[in-house]
């Protein structure tokens, strides 16, 4: 008997929520990015409010930079789980259909991602504001508000990035041995070299959306659909994978 879209959803949830090296990684999201902003606001924030170019609304949501590494983790892991000791061949025998199985993983990973990305971006802006004083922004500041859901939507396309990475090379390791240097390094260098060229790289071009000015020409939302594409063309990658190679 086919199981429903509805059961498969369900199942995928389960496996998720039951493995806790996954979960712990979700939960991570929002841990990480809440102790980098409590660390980063009480100590330093206030001292740079009048520093030229400051950028409040970046100030606000930059440690999202770090909720990202966990993001990816999650992605990461969450799809890993399947190719561990036979996992996905039981998969397959309760989910015949593979389009139907990896639609809805990625579906359960990318929604949880989006949930606990909203929780963390807007949690992350009120308690750091806290810290501001006289200096705090709102919700209304120009751009605050668009940064907090558009910083949730990145983290979930980062996450989907992981994991359709995951569905294609089969190993969590190799994914954060690639993306996790090539983010907190080798984007960076590119962008020295490069300059505007590198907004087209899927972290630099997402994180537009956290910032209250934008020179380069790349519009927030226009960065965000370059992460949405370099997301897309890995969930494809991923199952082709999925659809043509043995369990």
């Known amino acids: ?40 606001f009480a100590s330093v ?6 520093d030229a170019g400051h950028d409040p609304v970046f100030s606000a949501f930059y440690a999202l930079n770090f909720g990202q590494i966990a993001a ?28 139907l199985l990896y639609g809805c993983k990625m579906s359960v990973v990318g929604g949880l991602a989006l949930g606990v990305g909203l929780i963390t971006s807007f949690t992350t802006f009120l308690v750091g504001q806290l810290f501001m004083g006289e200096y705090a922004i709102g919700l209304g500041h120009p ?18 990035f ?7 090379l089969r190993s969590a390791v190799a994914v954060l041995s690639l993306m996790i240097p090539f983010i907190l390094i080798v984007s960076f260098v590119i962008g020295d070299i490069a300059g505007a060229a590198a ?26 659909a370059v992460t949405a594409g370099w997301a897309g063309l890995a969930l494809l990658a991923g199952w082709w994978s999925m659809s043509r190679r043995d369990a």
């Not at 924030?45 to 009048?50: I, L």
């Not at 992981?162 to 294609?168: E, K, Y």
């Open 72 to 99: 990816i983790c999650f992605g990461a892991t969450a799809m890993s789980s399947e190719f561990v000791n036979g996992a996905l061949r039981i998969s397959l025998a309760a989910v015949p259909r593979r389009g």
């Open 162 to 168: 992981a994991a359709g990475l995951t569905a294609l």
């Open 1 to 40: 008997m086919t199981m429903s879209a509805t059961a498969v959803l369900r199942s995928e949830w389960i496996k998720i929520s039951s493995v806790r090296s996954v979960s712990g990684s979700l939960i991570s999201v929002f841990g990480a990015t809440l102790f980098v902003t409590v660390l980063m």
């Open 199 to 224: 907004h087209f790289l899927p972290d630099q071009a997402g994180q537009l959306i956290l910032h209250t000015r934008h020179e380069e020409g790349m519009g927030p939302w226009t960065g965000l």
């Open 143 to 160: 751009g605050a508000l668009r940064a907090a859901f558009g910083g949730a939507v990145y983290l979930a396309l980062m996450t989907l």
């Open 45 to 50: 924030e206030q001292a740079e409010v009048n």
